[in-house]
T-cell receptor
Framework: EAQVTQNPRYLITVTGKKLTVTCSQNMNHEYMSWYRQDPGLGLRQIYYSMNVEVTDKGDVPEGYKVSRKEKRNFPLILESPSPNQTSLYFC?????????????FGPGTRLTVT | AQSVAQPEDQVNVAEGNPLTVKCTYSVSGNPYLFWYVQYPNRGLQFLLKYITGDNLVKGSYGFEAEFNKSQTSFHLKKPSALVSDSALYFCAVRQYGNKLVFGAGTILRVKS
């Protein structure tokens, strides 16, 4: 089954404790992206990757890191989480970096930072 | 910068009635517009997109959207709502690269 998977689905952590949210897609997609969803704000892009070893900042990259060492994986790293990073996070992938391809979303990771 | 606006936080409709979820856009150049749906505890699912061509776009689950250039709108519609259509709906516009800019979302509640 073609899908985007994320782990963990739920995470409660404390301020400053490094964490990683994994994202993997099995569709051989070149383009991957991370979004955060906050009430009333819709989804905002954190980082994106056009291909292996190619990443760039989105609209809200502060406090986050990413890497793209393999085509299928695109982990999101919070080196020192803070309470304002409490949010719902989505990973997405798309076939190519072109205008017309829709993005496929993972199930989401709900992160709480206390 | 490209943007979309969803003027309604929530839309309520009775089952069997037609539904409309509104979206307006602001873009420079040709707009590439999308609708996504999010069911509780699930990720976003693609519904439909407008790239070019016919102004009426048909998508998944019986949904369609009408692109109106003069009104800069891309409203989502369905002729007969189902209770199972109740969800959070997002309109989005493509910005540079493959980045999507999302609206704030509209909750659709269909009552039986």
């Amino acid at each position: 089954e073609a899908q985007v998977t994320q782990n963990p689905r739920y995470l409660i952590t404390v301020t400053g404790k490094k964490l990683t949210v994994t994202c993997s897609q099995n569709m051989n997609h070149e383009y991957m992206s991370w979004y955060r969803q906050d009430p009333g704000l819709g989804l905002r892009q954190i980082y994106y990757s056009m291909n292996v070893e190619v990443t760039d900042k989105g609209d809200v990259p502060e406090g986050y890191k990413v890497s793209r060492k393999e085509k299928r994986n695109f982990p999101l790293i919070l080196e020192s989480p803070s309470p304002n990073q409490t949010s719902l996070y989505f990973c997405a992938s798309s076939l190519e970096l072109t205008d017309t391809y829709e993005q496929y979303f993972g199930p989401g990771t709900r992160l709480t930072v206390t | 910068a490209q943007s979309v606006a969803q003027p309604e936080d929530q839309v309520n409709v009775a089952e069997g009635n037609p539904l409309t979820v509104k979206c307006t856009y602001s873009v420079s150049g040709n707009p590439y517009l999308f609708w996504y749906v999010q069911y509780p505890n699930r990720g976003l699912q693609f519904l439909l997109k407008y790239i070019t061509g016919d102004n009426l776009v048909k998508g998944s689950y019986g949904f369609e959207a009408e692109f109106n250039k003069s009104q800069t709108s891309f409203h989502l519609k369905k002729p007969s709502a189902l209770v199972s259509d109740s969800a959070l709906y997002f309109c989005a516009v493509r910005q540079y690269g493959n980045k999507l800019v999302f609206g704030a979302g509209t909750i659709l509640r269909v009552k039986s």
